[in-house]
């Protein structure tokens, strides 16, 4: 059935020249909240107060969007083009992104390639959080990563768009050289 053709998408076919796609995440999925509960507490933040419209509590709790249902949406419409998919969850990009890549590649991500939510700036700028802390404690508004061939990638943005999610082109596949980092953020 759908669920076995998910597992079986495990990465191995990933190669130099593939493209990354990122999903937007609708905040910080479980991930970092010790971090942030942190931030919150040395910001003296107003958890009642409004944040771009909401309370600011419900933007930081905001359930984890789940991409099962788009994926084999796409899967279906699409057999084959899907080589790889990572949830960016129990941790940021860069430590979650590796665990779909071949050894001998690299993901590298363009970050202007999508935008950081508010919700990302208000803790980075709160908490003096570094670039590369974030990146890997946060999804950084990237709930999964995507990969597919360069030909398919517009076509699998558009079918995810259509989906109902919002998805970006946020990178490249490329030979990794000697044992650098899985995925770099540029």
């Known amino acids: ?3 076995e053709k998910v597992d ?3 990465g ?3 190669v130099p020249g593939d493209v990354v796609l990122g999903l937007a995440s609708s905040g910080a999925h479980s991930n970092g909240y010790s971090l942030i509960r942190k931030i919150i507490e040395r910001a003296g933040a107003d958890m009642d107060a409004a944040f771009h419209g909401r309370p600011f509590r419900d933007v930081v709790m905001e359930p984890t969007r789940i991409y099962v249902k788009p994926m084999l949406a796409v899967m279906q419409a699409m057999p084959g083009v899907v080589m790889g998919m990572a949830h960016i969850t ?3 990009i860069t430590e979650n992104v590796p665990r779909v890549l071949p050894a001998n590649v690299v993901a590298e991500l363009r970050r202007d390639s999508w935008e950081l939510p508010p919700v990302f700036q208000w803790l980075q700028t709160q908490g ?3 670039d590369a802390e974030m990146h ?3 999804n950084c508004g990237v709930g999964m990563v995507v990969v597919v061939s360069a ?4 076509r699998t943005v558009a079918q995810l768009n259509a989906a109902g999610e919002t998805a970006w082109v946020i990178g490249d596949i490329r030979a990794r050289n000697g044992d650098e980092a899985q995925t770099l953020l540029a």
Do not use: L
């Not at 030909?151 to 517009?154: G, L, R």
């Open 12 to 14: 191995s076919k990933i």
């Open 90 to 92: 129990g941790g940021g």
């Open 128 to 130: 003096r959080v570094a």
């Open 8 to 10: 079986i998408i495990d």
């Open 151 to 154: 030909p398919d990638a517009d």
């Open 1 to 3: 059935g759908a669920v």
């Open 136 to 138: 890997r404690v946060f």
